[in-house]
Nanobody, 119 residues
Framework: QVRLVESGGGLVQPGGSLRLSCETS????????IGWFRQAPGKEREEVSC??????TTKYAGAVKGRFTVARDNSKVYLQMNSLKPEDTAIYYC??????????????WGQGTQVTVSA
């Protein structure tokens, strides 16, 4: 059974850091790209980052570029978030896709982890 489970969310002060993890099972992670998304209350879900399966190519949304870093290792994908801002507050999700080009749908999603950035 395909599963993606996010963890690592929490409450952090502005300027702080968090590392989210996406633990995968039920499929070979090396065969898939993994995207990170977030959804804030009252806003549409947005793609934050994606890491490809083939060569580990990464891409980031403009709002997080230079602050967030995505990486993969064995069965997990990580999202290191630095210099967090209140506008980063959202539920963060990871999802599976054949690649990061946008040609295909993300077909399996995790349940999400809450990130709150507040003083």
């Amino acid at each position: 059974q395909v599963r993606l489970v996010e963890s690592g969310g929490g409450l952090v002060q502005p300027g702080g850091s968090l590392r989210l993890s996406c633990e995968t099972s039920g499929f070979t992670l090396d065969d898939f790209a993994i995207g990170w998304f977030r959804q804030a209350p009252g806003k549409e879900r947005e793609e934050v980052s994606c890491i490809s399966s083939s060569d580990g190519t990464t891409k980031y949304a403009g709002a997080v570029k230079g602050r967030f870093t995505v990486a993969r290792d064995n069965s997990k994908v990580y999202l290191q978030m630095n210099s967090l801002k209140p506008e980063d507050t959202a539920i963060y999700y990871c999802a599976r896709n054949p690649d990061c080009t946008g040609r295909y749908y993300f077909d399996w999603w995790g349940q999400g982890t809450q990130v709150t950035v507040s003083a």
